[in-house]
């Protein structure tokens, strides 16, 4: 168990700079979830926590050794990767003992090692099979057995569900979070998908171009969004953005409001055509179409009335749920 | 697989079997002339049939030959393929290895320097490498033999070729997994690679069995002759004549390694075709 902490943490490969300093203390037995849009530097992030690329600058201290010039093996991390990167050849009890063999455990203790965590990820009946005669669900497990075995102090997850389809995917996303509950052992998760953050993270990095846009409580960070990136990132469908120009009483710079915040009403703030409804059973996706051609989404209950294509309707919001954000995209207080 | 029926079949099968019977009839024919006797053959018309000194003939070119016995041939010629197989193959590995997974300064250069040698065949640089062989003493030794064919830019290429295809992620795993690159080149890459490595082996087997130009130049005693040479050796010059049941017979035996690596292998070779493990 351990804990980690990023001091300034940068990289650049050549002259564009993909990390440009984060700073974070995760505790011991924390879920964080790195999460941002493809290309923004996660898996750098995470990769020079693991020690498969050198920062550039600043620091990574794990149980607060300095481990900067420490390789992967001797970090005490074990990492699952997005297209799980079992070894071919060797069965699933071998692609788990690998590590444990280099490292010398005894024979007997491996064994019963990888049978531990066989039980606990349901892959006993596998244990003899080659990844390729395994479904895409028992590779990700036996990816995840891989690094439990180790015992490491931090897991690293590199989009570990990205390539599972749908159904399996919210599966296994229960099954993390439970055996990391069970485990108790500080892990950093990189996902693009922000319901998967949501639901695990304990704390989550929201990035953005190599930024941490902002830190903390998936629902601290929904209910009250550092940034006009991260109020448009996290929470599906997205908040929607309207010019402060458009407004009455409202400064310059754009404000944002959740689907959820907004009402369709007779007399609203501004007008908006209806371009179409989704009926999705338990609530209703209104979109609409403002003056100036800003898509506009509303969040309604079912049981409300649903309004016909074409048809022009007022919105209205209360103006304590809206988020002012300035030219920059920095929420205004 | 494309289905044919009624003439279609018979056709296809007819052209094999006219195909198979034109190429095997030679074999068939040195066959026949190796279980005969000198007379049976020199005086025509010749038989299709074999005769009954198989044991015989065979007894005495392996034991005698008529330079030198045809078993110590057989011995240097399997040296000498079995030398050059795996050692094309063990250098072409390591190379390999070393151009995919190590940032060294002159890595692209030693690439292309490797690539070059592709357009320099045996022949081209055989007089430079004889002198060279030469002055190492090496003349009429397996050393002499292996050393010059050993290198092959055409395996460090497949293997380059086939290690890009390793996803990185599975290095860094291995990393990960506390394996330093020498471990996980033989505990992970080395298996990967088994198929593509017995599909060479059987293609440089036969490369290196069947050299003719370069024994010849180095191999002047008798003993350390190889068997593909060896037959050209026992033509007779000048108005001896020829012992043609013992050559036929020589043919038939330097024939047969080869056959039985190819069968050997076969399995290997083809699940190296029909299956991905990646
Ligand atoms: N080895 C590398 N060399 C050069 N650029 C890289 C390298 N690895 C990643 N990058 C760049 O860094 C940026 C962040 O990449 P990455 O961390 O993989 O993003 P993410 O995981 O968030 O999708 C991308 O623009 C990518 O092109
Ligand atoms: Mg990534």
Known sequence: MATVTLENLKKSFGKTEVIQGIDIDIADGEFVVIVGPSGCGKSTLLRMVAGLETATSGEVRIDGKRVNDVEPMDRDIAMVFQNYALYPHMSVFDNMAYGLKIQKVAKPEIAERVQTAAKLLQLEPYLQRKPRELSGGQRQRVAMGRAIVRKPAVFLFDEPLSNLDAKLRVQMRLEIKALQRELGVTSLYVTHDQVEAMTLADRMIVMNAGVADQIGAPLDVYADPATEFVAGFIGSPPTNFIDAALLDGERAGRIGIRPEHVRLAEQGRIEAVVVYAEALGAETLVHLRAGDGQQITVRQESGLAIPTEGQSCGLAWDSAQVMRFDEAGLRQR | ?278
């Open chain 2, 1 to 278: 697989m494309v289905e044919k029926r009624g003439t279609g079949l018979w056709l296809t099968h007819l052209g094999l079997i006219v195909g198979i019977a034109f190429i095997f009839f030679p074999i068939w024919l040195a066959f026949v002339a190796s279980t005969v006797e000198q007379h049976d053959i020199v005086r025509p018309p010749m038989p299709l049939l074999p005769g009954d000194k198989f044991f015989e003939n065979y007894a005495r070119a392996l034991t005698s030959g008529i330079n030198a016995p045809v078993a110590t041939m057989l011995w240097n010629s399997l040296v000498m393929a079995m030398g050059i197989a795996l050692g094309k193959i063990a250098i072409s590995l390591l190379s390999a290895f070393a151009i995919v997974y190590f940032r060294f300064p002159g890595r692209q250069l030693f690439f292309w320097l490797i690539f070059l040698t592709l357009m320099l065949p045996v022949e081209v640089r055989i007089v430079p490498t004889y002198e060279v062989i030469a002055n190492f003493g090496m003349l009429n030794s397996y050393q002499g033999l292996i050393l010059p064919l050993i290198a092959s830019a055409t395996a460090t290429f497949l293997f380059r070729q086939f290690f890009m295809t390793v996803p990185d992620e599975l290095a860094e795993a291995a990393r990960v997994d506390g394996a330093k690159p020498m471990r996980f080149f033989f505990d992970i890459l080395l298996p990967m690679s088994r198929t593509n490595i017995a599909a060479l082996f059987v293609i440089l087997f036969i490369y290196g069995w069947n050299q003719y130009l370069w024994p010849l130049l180095i191999t002047t005693e008798p003993e350390m002759n190889t068997i593909v040479m060896g037959i050209k050796q026992m033509f007779p010059s000048g108005d001896d004549f020829a012992h043609w049941p013992t050559i036929m017979a020589t043919s038939i035996l330097a024939m047969v390694p080869p056959v039985i690596v190819v069968i050997g292998m076969q399995k290997l070779f083809i699940r190296g075709l029909v299956e991905s493990e990646k």
